[in-house]
Nanobody, 127 residues
Framework: EVQLVESGGGLVQAGGSLRLSCAAS????????LGWFRRAPGKEREGVAS????????YYASSVKGRFTISYDNAKNTMYLQMNSLKPEDTAVYYC????????????????????WGRGTQVTVSS
């Protein structure tokens, strides 16, 4: 059973940076897609960025492209989300999720394909 634990959230001013981490364990597949999703108050869950575990193929939502960078450290089994130039509209609970690599192209728009989720970490960006 895959388990995911997020960390790194917090309060930051607009224009600032944060780095989120997602420690993963219990992999049973040969390859995975991992992703970051977020849910802001009163809004639907949104896919932010995803990465394949072996080839590190990445996908980004248009709202974060150029500001956020997703990465995966295979030695540590940890996924990261470096968030720069943060905006108040980035305020949300951020969740990491994992699914089969075969969903990599649709993972951000199809969160139901995820096999496991973390509990989330709050990111608050003040104006």
């Amino acid at each position: 059973e895959v388990q995911l634990v997020e960390s790194g959230g917090g309060l930051v001013q607009a224009g600032g940076s944060l780095r989120l981490s997602c420690a993963a364990s219990g992999f049973t597949y040969d390859d995975y897609t991992l992703g970051w999703f977020r849910r802001a108050p009163g809004k639907e869950r949104e896919g932010v960025a995803s990465i394949t575990m072996e080839e590190h193929i990445t996908y980004y939502a248009s709202s974060v492209k150029g500001r956020f960078t997703i990465s995966y450290d295979n030695a540590k089994n940890t996924m990261y989300l470096q968030m720069n130039s943060l905006k108040p509209e980035d305020t949300a609970v951020y969740y990491c999720a994992v699914g089969s690599r075969r969903w990599m192209r649709v993972f951000l728009s199809a969160p139901k394909r995820a096999d496991a989720w973390g509990r989330g970490t709050q990111v608050t960006v003040s104006s």
